[in-house]
């Protein structure tokens, strides 16, 4: 199947360090996109993947799972510390739990971590439930578009594939105990209104990982695609200095990198 307009992986080659940004479950890049464009401004080398079986339409997940949307994430790593000497990786939703299992079992290759709403648990009925339903019922009701703004489309699926929903369900166990072997510097955000993720993640995240550097931001006027909401360039300006500061000589400004 064709990749949605709008839904395409972006990459830009820029300086000595680099940016990993992973895309949330049934999402796409478009909800990372501005933030990467942002961050390519100022001379930073990006990457930006599409995850395997997104993208396109929701049925093209439904054979995908965790370790699909790990390797790309993780193939992607590689391909940036190849050319740069500091990767820095950001995570919006599932893509915050991709970003923090990167950090556990590639801790030397990871500078840092920004994390927008990250989940890293399955809350309510859906994880005893979906063991069985998965094999009842293809899809359920999808989750895109929590957004304050009018008008935005962050180009996710409306529907949920449950096989894929259940390996999500997976790999929040295993980043969930992982967290502890998380020590690098981090900055996360996260909205103080959020109709997919409860705040429970994000303390879970905070009180567990085991980063001497964090700081923690409360976006006031976003839900839960922040980057694509009121607070995006808050989220973006937050990240271009958290990255500034631990790799010196990184503009906070644009105008540097020459992309058109």
Known sequence: MPVL????????????????????????????????????????????????????????????????????????????????????????????????????????????????????????????????????????????????RDGVDEIGYDRVPLRAAHSMRQLFALVDGALPQVTQPLLLLHSKQDHVVPPWDAERVLSRVSSADVREVVLEQSYHVATLDHDAERIFEESAAFVARFAPGVAQEGGTSGRP
């Open 5 to 148: 307009p709008g839904a395409e992986p972006f990459r830009h080659a820029g300086g000595d360090v680099g940016v990993l940004l992973c895309h949330g479950f049934t999402g796409s890049p478009r909800s990372l996109r501005p933030w990467a464009e942002y961050l390519a401004d100022r001379g930073l080398a990006v990457s930006l993947p599409l995850l395997p079986g997104h993208g396109t339409r929701w049925q093209d997940m439904q054979p995908t799972g965790w370790r699909d949307w790990y390797a790309g994430v993780d193939r992607a790593l590689g391909e940036l510390r190849e050319e740069c000497g500091q990767v820095f990786v950001c995570g919006l939703s599932m893509g915050g739990a991709l970003a923090l299992r990167l950090a556990a079992k590639r801790a030397k290759d990871v500078s840092g971590l920004v994390l927008v709403n990250p989940a890293v648990r399955m809350h309510g009925l859906a994880p005893y439930a979906l063991p069985l339903l998965r094999h009842v019922l293809p899809s359920a009701r999808g989750l895109a578009n929590d957004i304050a």
